[in-house]
Each structure stands twice: as structure tokens, then as C-alpha cells.
T-cell receptor, first 114, second 109 residues
Framework: DAMVIQNPRYQVTQFGKPVTLSCSQTLNHNVMYWYQQKSSQAPKLLFHYYDKDFNNEADTPDNFQSRRPNTSFCFLDIRSPGLGDAAMYLC?????????????FGPGTRLLVL | GQNIDQPTEMTATEGAIVQINCTYQTSGFNGLFWYQQHAGEAPTFLSYNVLDGLEEKGRFSSFLSRSKGYSYLLLKELQMKDSASYLCAVVDSNYQLIWGAGTKLIIKP
């Protein structure tokens, strides 16, 4: 089945220790997104790629970076995690640019910062 | 600013019907999504409305009134597995997706 895969499902890191979350997709979608979601809150878009075109949201902290080496893979790097970065990180894809295209989500990676 | 309003939490009984409302104030409108999200899991697509009216899909229906900036998700014959959060998201004039915080639905036997 075509799908969006995220690894790991749970990640524990130490305050200030860099961490990388990964996402892969077999849907062959052009667009990949990274969201941060805290408990009982709306998903917050961090950035998205349209093919190789990177689009950063204005309020995404510099602490968050992303890489998309090819169509299938996308990575979220948190350079110096703080306690406030503990959250669920969701990867999503869509066939075309965000908006009217349905987004398909991976299972998420829950990040815990100690 | 852009705003999506949904009730924080609702409770309903197994087998009953529940309506989850969503009101929005956005810069333009290009459609409205409903997603279901079980605790600790990713959102999954339920429906997309861009024209006024009711769209039915099995036990779930979604209604839109663009003039009122209003939508609802109707769940019939509730099952325990319907316990989840339901997220409303609106596509604005820039084709950006604006998310609501979700409504946590609790189903009781």
C-alpha cells in the first residue's frame, strides 16, 4: 500500500542535543510538509517542499531545518532542542501544492526532550 | 487575523448522533476539510467541501454554508471507535491551510 512512513515513532533526546526525524513516502507526491502538534492544539506548519523548492513559514524558529534529498525522503533537523520543542511531529504529503489537495499524514514522531 | 472555532470537547452516547460545528473567519475561502485524529495518531482525511450543502459519506456527513462561514460534521450511529478529535481546516485565498484546534469527541456506552 502507498503510504507515508515516519521513523522513529518515539524519540527521546537531551536538552540541546541535535536530533533528526525522518519521513518517507511511496505516494510519489510532489509536496511534503512538516507539522508540529502539541497536545490539544492545531497542527502548526513548520515548512513544506514543493518538489525541491523549500518554503519556510515565517514564524518557524531557526532551530528547525529540513532537507529533502529526493522525492521520497524528507528530514527534520532540530539543532538544539529545548523543552518547548517536545511535541508530536507530523509529516504529510500531497499531490500538488497545499490548499485544495488532500494531505496524507504519517503516523508521527513523538519527541521527548529531557 | 484568521480564525477557526470549534468546541473543545463533546460527549455523546454510543448509537446516537452528534454534530460538531466549525466557524471560520479567513482571508478568502477555497474549501474546508474535516480530519479525524485518534489520540497519539496522525490525522486522517474525512471530507472536503467547497460548495454549499451537505455531502454524505456513510455514517459521516459534512455541511457547508459559505455565507455564514460555517460547517458541521454529522456522525450517525456512533461507535466507540469514533472517539477521537475532529479537526476542521480551511483553505484561504492564498491556498494556505488554516487548522482549527480540534474537537475531542468522547463516546460513552
Amino acid at each position: 500500500d502507498a503510504m507515508v512512513i515516519q521513523n522513529p515513532r518515539y524519540q527521546v533526546t537531551q536538552f540541546g542535543k541535535p536530533v533528526t526525524l525522518s519521513c518517507s513516502q511511496t505516494l510519489n507526491h510532489n509536496v511534503m510538509y512538516w507539522y508540529q502538534q502539541k497536545s490539544s492544539q492545531a497542527p502548526k506548519l513548520l515548512f513544506h517542499y514543493y518538489d525541491k523548492d523549500f518554503n519556510n513559514e515565517a514564524d518557524t524558529p531557526d532551530n528547525f531545518q529540513s532537507r529533502r534529498p529526493n522525492t521520497s525522503f524528507c528530514f527534520l533537523d532540530i539543532r538544539s532542542p529545548g523543552l518547548g520543542d517536545a511535541a508530536m511531529y507530523l509529516c504529510a504529503t500531497s499531490r500538488d501544492r497545499m490548499g485544495v489537495e488532500t494531505q496524507y499524514f504519517g503516523p508521527g514522531t513523538r519527541l521527548l526532550v529531557l | 487575523g484568521q480564525n477557526i472555532d470549534q468546541p473543545t470537547e463533546m460527549t455523546a452516547t454510543e448509537g446516537a448522533i452528534v454534530q460538531i460545528n466549525c466557524t471560520y473567519q479567513t482571508s478568502g475561502f477555497n474549501g474546508l476539510f474535516w480530519y479525524q485524529q485518534h489520540a497519539g495518531e496522525a490525522p486522517t482525511f474525512l471530507s472536503y467541501n467547497v460548495l454549499d450543502g451537505l455531502e454524505e459519506k456513510g455514517r459521516f456527513s459534512s455541511f457547508l454554508s459559505r455565507s455564514k462561514g460555517y460547517s458541521y460534521l454529522l456522525l450517525k450511529e456512533l461507535q466507540m471507535k469514533d472517539s477521537a478529535s475532529y479537526l476542521c481546516a480551511v483553505v484561504d485565498s492564498n491556498y494556505q491551510l488554516i487548522w482549527g484546534a480540534g474537537t475531542k469527541l468522547i463516546i460513552k456506552p
